[in-house]
């Protein structure tokens, strides 16, 4: 497995520090200022998810290919979507999605968004994650549960997501014991609506809980159909919190 530690030509080096995982911004057209700040020196961004059409889309989208491009030439680690709809996807459909995402977009690895988290669904699971290992056998994979999932699910992702909500459910949210077991960097925190005053307390929320991996944003669903797709609002803050700074 990758985890964060691993390095190959053409992808960032991370460390155990905490970094950003962006869930997957709006289309390149519809967002272009998001996807070129990403570009700038300074953020600690320890990957991206594209996500072109709910997946790859049915053809080549030479917008989204730019985008990743120019992430990778930046170093940055880009991952394709996979849609598991909590297990009702069939396996077919998810590993053509990722031969897509492989063929036209070279992505380093996948996140499989919406990802079963009870113990029934760990063997497809664990069938999805190996067959993507034989077909990119350097793939950096991110099993995006959004809740603590059965134990043995972290023995297959390279990351697991273990909460991914709002701020007021994040703010008195627990961590399950078992990830104790497990370094920091083999988890990720997707928080929406966190208001700018409590930036601080959600990054010690989370170095608490053992999240190497965070998105926050003040952004929430009730503004935009999905909070992760424009910047947040207070991203040069957040960036100079914990990466060194981003250049203007």
């Given at each position: 497995m990758s985890y964060l530690t691993s390095t190959r030509p053409g992808t960032a080096s991370t460390d155990v520090r905490t970094g950003f995982g962006i869930p997957g911004f709006a289309h390149p057209l519809l967002a272009p200022t998001e996807w070129h700040r990403l570009t700038r020196p300074g953020a600690p961004l320890h990957w991206v998810v594209l996500n072109v059409a709910d997946g790859p889309g049915v053809q080549p989208d030479p917008h989204c290919l730019a985008a990743a491009g120019r992430l990778r030439n930046a170093g940055v680690r880009v991952l394709g979507h996979l849609d598991?709809?909590?297990?009702l996807r069939t396996f077919g459909e998810v590993i053509s999605d990722a031969h897509r995402f492989l063929d036209w977009y070279q992505v380093d690895g996948f996140l499989l968004d919406r990802c079963p988290a009870d113990p029934a669904?760990?063997?497809?699971?664990?069938?999805?994650?190996?067959?993507?290992?034989?077909?990119?056998?350097?793939?950096?994979?991110?099993?995006g549960h959004g809740t603590h999932p059965y134990?043995?699910?972290?023995?297959h992702g390279d990351q697991l997501v273990t909460f991914s909500g709002t701020w007021s459910d994040y703010r008195w949210s627990q961590v399950a014991e078992w990830t104790a077991d497990h370094p920091p960097e083999r988890f990720c925190h997707f928080v929406h609506g966190v208001p700018r005053p409590h930036l601080d307390e959600a990054l010690r929320v989370a170095r608490w809980q053992g999240a190497a991996t965070i998105y926050f944003t003040d952004h929430t669903p009730a503004h935009h159909t999905d909070p992760w797709e424009p910047l947040p609002g207070y991203w040069d803050d957040i960036v100079s919190r914990i990466g060194t700074g981003v250049s203007e």
């Open positions: 598991t709809a909590y297990g669904a760990l063997p497809e699971v664990r069938r999805t994650v190996a067959t993507l290992r034989v077909i990119h056998d350097d793939a950096h994979i991110v099993l134990p043995e699910y972290a023995e």
